[in-house]
């Protein structure tokens, strides 16, 4: 499984982009990337996924370069409801299901007022 | 969208008791559920694959004795925590996946539990 490396934390206002990139340098050619986020004492919430280029929904966009040995989870305007931990997972998801995801250290973002 | 619901949310146990945690997909059938640990402050530690009708496949370093994981059906898999001791408090998640929708592989977690020996 690709190993992640992202930033240990992060610091940000209300109203500003938040840019988090992640590092998967052996990610290999059926790697999904996928970001979710977990507040304290819940469960992880999937946010966004993607192979290459750009995708956005409604809360994130993900930019995946061409060679895809990174990615960066952009989050507009955050708020302080967006104070989380985020985690950059990469693994082979459309398949069969049965293989887990590993998680890395993932990224502590504090949104201040 | 797909929902993983686990129960108890919290549990206080008292040392050498056993302590089952339930893992149920909602609105879909999941032949594979996943079993993660996290310690405060830390990320999400995979300890077993669960499986429909067979055996767990657990994480090296995971005592399969000590955590004992039932998946007797497509929507439920259980973990018990045998013998619980104060090293065994952490926060437990469950999660799974919908494969039947497989386009976008989303991996759905349960809100987790929160396990406290005494």
């Known amino acids: 499984l690709a190993k992640t490396t992202q930033p240990i934390s992060m610091d940000s206002y209300e109203g500003q982009e938040v840019n988090i990139t992640c590092s998967h340098n052996?990610?290999?050619?059926?790697?999904?990337i996928t970001w979710y986020q977990q507040f304290p004492s819940q469960g992880p919430r999937f946010i966004i996924q993607g192979y290459k280029t750009k995708v956005t929904n409604e809360v994130a966009s993900l930019f995946i370069p061409a060679d895809r040995k990174s990615s960066t989870l952009s989050l507009p305007r955050v708020s302080l409801s967006d104070t989380a931990v985020y985690y950059c997972?990469?693994?082979?998801?459309?398949?069969?299901?049965?293989?887990?995801?590993?998680f890395g250290s993932g990224t502590r973002l504090q949104v201040q007022p | 969208g797909a929902v993983v619901s686990q129960h108890p949310s919290r549990v206080i146990c008292k040392s050498g008791t056993s302590v089952k945690i339930e893992c149920r997909s909602l609105?879909?059938?999941?032949?594979?559920m996943f079993w993660y640990r996290q310690f405060p402050k830390k990320s999400l530690m995979l300890m077993a694959t669960s499986n429909e009708g067979s055996k767990a496949t657990y994480e090296q370093g995971v005592e399969k004795d000590k955590f004992l994981i039932n998946h007797a059906s497509l929507t439920l898999s259980t973990l018990t925590v045998t013998s619980a001791h104060p090293e065994d408090s952490s926060f437990y998640i469950c999660s799974a996946r919908d494969v039947q929708g497989m386009a976008t592989g989303e991996l759905f977690f349960g809100e987790g539990s929160r396990l406290t020996v005494l």
């Open positions: 997972l990469v693994g082979d998801h459309v398949w069969t299901g049965r293989r887990a995801l590993t």
């Open positions: 609105d879909f059938q999941a032949t594979t």
């Open positions: 052996n990610i290999a050619t059926n790697d999904y």
